[in-house]
């Protein structure tokens, strides 16, 4: 038994399906929404990617990250399913690690239009380095735009002990 019916699940094809292939490169047409039972409540609904991998579009290295994507939706939300598939096409995507969540979050903006979202980004080190590149969007005209200001603000406040990277 399901608590959407069938209308509602018109137009999802990637969850249940066997058939889905993986692009190898940047695909946001795999991007998938479906709408949000609950519009009028302010929630957030938080994705941790611990695979996320993309090139340096230089050298054409592996780069590696665990990406957080946290939103607070609208109408609409995004099918998990598809988000995974789309985060898999940056596997031979050759973009810097900054310009890959900013891309990630607008692509779910363009989907979703969400009240709130943000994208942070835990890449592992090369060259010694690593590099944490957060990114958010509220949106304008509501109190979510400010919401997105103290959060840019304030998001590293109480950094982590990084011990494992």
């Known amino acids: 038994m399901t608590g959407r019916n069938e209308n509602e699940l018109t137009g999802l094809s990637h969850l249940g399906n066997q058939q889905v292939s993986y692009s190898m490169d940047y695909a946001p047409e795999v991007l998938e929404s479906f709408d949000n039972k609950h519009p009028d409540n302010d929630y957030f609904v938080k994705f941790n990617c611990p695979e996320f991998t993309s090139l340096c579009p230089i050298t054409g290295q592996p780069d590696f990250a665990t990406i957080y994507i946290s939103y607070v939706p609208g109408e609409k939300m995004v099918e998990s ?10 596997r031979n995507h050759g973009d810097f690690h900054e310009d890959c969540m900013n891309i990630i979050m607008k692509d779910l903006i363009k989907l979703m239009d969400p009240k709130y979202i943000e994208v942070w980004g835990k890449f592992t080190p090369r060259g010694g380095i690593s590099i944490d590149p957060y990114c958010n969007y509220g949106k304008p005209g509501t109190r979510w735009e400010d919401v997105a200001w103290n959060r840019l603000a304030n998001h590293d406040l109480y950094p982590e002990t990084i011990d494992n990277r």
């Open 81 to 90: 399913k598809s988000l995974k598939l789309y985060l898999f096409s940056f």
